[in-house]
């Protein structure tokens, strides 16, 4: 697998008041919501989109329900790595599997157009293995 860019990356929240009043207000970070309670910045400098993600929703997009398994660490953040093709996300799965990673969601297409798969670190960092096409044509 060949990493070609962080595709995002951001804090998982757990009480959105708290993450606008650090992340907005304090440190004048803009945000657009994107969807709702999604609240993204895709023009700071150094990543493709950097965003609040509400706990709820990273677990829905990873298990399919809004509760986080007690059996996984609750991630403090998010990181997506984008590689060159969908294929390439589904090779990613292959070959973290075939190291020994425990995959928690396989390679799939996102409703916005997205191909993604996601892992966590050691850390608990939720790591998405990602193809993202809009941001290969910047």
Not at 35 to 56: E, K, M, Q
Not at 87 to 92: L, R, S
């Amino acid at each position: 697998m060949q990493i070609r860019f962080v595709a995002g990356f951001g804090p998982v929240t757990q009480d959105a008041e708290a993450a606008g009043a650090f992340w907005a207000d304090a440190l004048g970070i803009r945000f657009r919501e994107a969807a709702p309670g999604y609240f993204a910045n895709d023009s700071l400098a150094g990543v493709g989109t950097f965003a609040r993600w509400p706990l709820t929703q990273v677990a829905e997009a990873t298990f399919g329900s809004p509760d986080w398994p007690v059996e996984h660490p609750v991630p403090q953040a998010w990181l997506e790595l984008d590689v060159a093709s969908a294929q390439e996300v589904a090779d990613a799965v292959a070959e973290l599997r075939a190291a020994g990673h425990e995959v928690l969601v396989d390679a799939h297409d996102e409703p916005w157009g997205q191909t993604a798969a996601r892992v966590q670190s050691p850390e608990g960092v939720l790591v998405g293995i990602t193809y993202t096409p809009w941001m290969h044509q910047r």
